[in-house]
């Protein structure tokens, strides 16, 4: 079975402009999450959702940034509009919404605001 | 909130030598700690997982030990071999594994 699937896996921008990063968590997972990963800050969850629904996104930085989960196969991580302070690598992970706890990571982007 | 304090930050070990990481977390209402390996260029992998009810899980050379009084948990690898060369995370959760917070990270080096 495929893993957590990413897109793009790299990305450069420059400031001011919108950032779309993609998420297809594993297949029969229905918990997925959005972190993000920086030298400073080291992994933070920005946002989970249940069963397509947002449940916390406490860890939101700012209303620049949005997460969707229209299916239960995809997610996006919006950022609009982008400033260098984004630059980070961003993980989506899944995980079976009961009877697990386990969380698996997706490969990750790389995303670089200049 | 959960804070999730790990040490050391960096570790060098001769091969075969064992290493341990150690991690303490905040709150006490926390129930599931997992620790990932995260190898470069990649996302965190899981390794190994504890949860409240019990003091010691093992996995062949890896092992995971809860003390719940203390509020600390530690990772354990005997018999190091150069490929577990990678940075390792220690993680806290209170509900069901959802809300992680995980610790700042160990850069582990095995020398040949």
């Known amino acids: 079975d495929a893993g957590v699937i990413q897109s793009p896996r790299h990305e450069v921008t420059e400031m001011g402009q919108e950032v779309t990063l993609r998420c297809k968590p594993i297949s029969g997972h229905n918990s997925l999450f959005w972190y993000r990963q920086t030298m400073m800050r080291g992994l933070e969850l920005l946002i989970y959702f249940n069963n397509n629904v947002p449940i916390d996104d406490s860890g939101m930085p700012e209303d620049r940034f949005s997460a969707k989960m229209p299916n239960a196969s995809f997610s996006t991580l919006k950022i609009q509009p982008s400033e260098p302070r984004d630059s980070a690598v961003y993980f989506c992970a899944s995980k079976q919404a009961t009877n697990s706890y386990e969380q698996y990571f997706g490969p990750g982007t790389r995303l670089t605001v200049t | 909130g959960e804070n999730v304090e790990q040490h050391p930050s960096t570790l060098s070990v001769q091969e075969g030598d064992s290493a341990v990481i150690k991690c303490t977390y905040s709150d006490s209402a926390s129930n599931y700690f997992p620790w990932y390996k995260q190898e470069l260029g990649k996302g965190p992998q899981l390794i190994i997982d504890?949860?409240?009810?019990?003091g010691e899980k093992k996995d062949q050379r890896i092992a995971v030990t809860l003390n719940k009084t203390a509020k600390h948990f530690s990772l354990h690898i005997t018999e190091t071999q150069p490929e577990d060369s990678a940075v390792y995370f220690c993680?806290?959760?209170?509900?069901?594994?959802?809300?992680?917070?995980f610790g700042g990270g160990t850069r582990l080096m095995v020398k040949p």
């Open positions: 993680a806290a959760s209170n509900n069901a594994g959802n809300m992680l917070t």
């Open positions: 504890i949860r409240s009810n019990v």
